[in-house]
């Protein structure tokens, strides 16, 4: 069993004072903080293992090449891919789909064809596959969602036709919390010749995602998450998918011989990995992983939604709050706005409590337009919350509303 209260020992941050009250941090939908082992792996990179890696004979970077790879390895692991040639490394979920949307989008769409993503998208989900759609004469078409935020999965189901090339879906919305059918959307559009792309960047720190059980096509989503450093991303693809992809960036590494006539590519993955990575950041992201692989998946999953369901219900509690996104099946993300309350004033007058806390359109527009909002307030929990935060948060609330 997982003690959830000594977890908290090991993220230094989460002692920080702010505006002289004991720091609350309800923004891990943004970004988790950092575990001990994972700032010590980046300072003893930095103090004592600086090369580069893949070039070198010298024993510093033989060193380094093997700890960045050991990473590629704990990713393929973690995934359940079925080769290590299919974990790309990238900056992050963004630079992940503008990878797929490039790529897998000009070998596959042609004038006439059809991109399927949902209301509730991320902008990065959105607006990669309208660059790709402007060049290739293709056309995004909009699954919608409900008043609950669900994918209306009926008319997902029809608008599945042998012009759809690609359907593009968030696993968990970052908005609303909604987790997606995933499982059960995948196999229908292989059933019309689309390939499927999972932005999992919300879900991959709170269950357990198995990719060859899923089918998925590909899969994108970013270390900082997942209690690991920015400007690291992970993009898996099935291996005959990304053999057949042509680089999205040229430069170092993913080259193969270079003449002035004609340059040859490397082997995957490297053929995708062009220039120096960030070393240090992908040599600390397997502590962050190790750290979740030595923890049950389905506990922490168990404790999330616990505190969710416990948050929910206390805020429902408040005069005025409505909860946007209530979905039975939902991530840890509880997402309200207050009748006559902007967000940003909320936030503001939060923050000065010590609670961290999202406001705005979470790059999610489209979605906002669907519900005619401007924004929301976004408490968004993880493994090292506790209801005595949520209580604080709820008591917060109500100050916060004296005081305007």
Aim: glycine share 6%.
């Amino acid at each position: 069993m997982i003690n959830f209260s000594e977890i908290r020992d090991l993220f230094p941050q989460i002692n920080t004072m702010v505006h002289g009250k004991q720091l609350v941090y309800l923004d891990n939908a943004a970004s988790t903080l950092k575990p001990l082992k994972v700032i010590e792996a980046i300072t003893k990179h930095y103090t004592s293992e600086v090369s580069n890696i893949h070039r070198g004979v010298h024993f510093l970077s033989e060193s380094g090449t093997e700890k960045y790879e050991q990473t590629r390895e704990s990713v393929r692991n973690f995934i359940n891919a079925q080769k290590r040639e299919e974990v790309i490394f990238t900056k992050g979920t963004t630079d992940s789909l503008n990878l797929i949307a490039h790529s897998l989008g000009s070998l596959i769409l042609n004038e006439g064809d059809q991109i399927l993503l949902s209301t509730m998208e991320h902008h990065s989900n959105i607006v990669p596959w309208q660059l790709i759609a402007q060049k290739t004469g293709s056309k995004i078409i909009e699954i919608p969602i409900t008043e609950s935020g669900e994918i209306e999965f009926e008319e997902y189901k029809k608008l599945l036709n042998p012009k759809v090339k690609i359907v593009s879906i968030v696993h968990t919305s970052n908005s609303l919390g909604t987790v997606n059918p995933i499982k059960e959307m995948i196999p229908l559009a292989h059933e019309v010749g689309a390939k499927f792309v999972v932005d999992a960047a919300q879900a991959i720190a709170h269950e357990k995602i198995d990719v060859q059980d899923l089918n998925c096509d590909f899969l994108a989503f970013s270390a900082h998450k997942m209690y690991g450093p920015s400007g690291v991303g992970i993009l898996y693809g099935k291996e005959d998918l990304l053999n057949l992809m042509p680089p999205y960036q040229g430069g170092g590494d993913m080259i193969d011989i270079v003449t002035f006539k004609q340059t040859t590519f490397n082997d995957l993955p490297y053929k995708f990995e062009a220039g120096t990575p960030n070393i240090a950041g992908f040599i600390a992201f397997n502590e962050a992983l190790q750290f979740l692989e030595n923890l049950n998946l389905d506990e922490i999953k168990t404790y999330e939604n616990n505190l969710l369901h416990y948050a929910q219900n206390e805020l429902k509690q408040i005069k005025g709050l409505k909860i946007i996104g209530t979905s039975p099946q939902k991530g840890p993300v509880c997402s309200f706005v207050i009748g006559g309350v902007h967000p940003n004033d909320l936030g503001t007058l939060l923050d000065q409590q010590g609670i961290a806390v999202r406001t705005g359109h979470h790059c999610t527009q489209p979605l906002m337009q669907r519900f005619n909002l401007n924004g929301t307030t976004r408490a968004s929990f993880c493994l090292y919350n506790t209801k005595e935060e949520v209580d604080y948060l709820v008591k917060s609330i109500h100050t916060s509303l004296e005081l305007l």
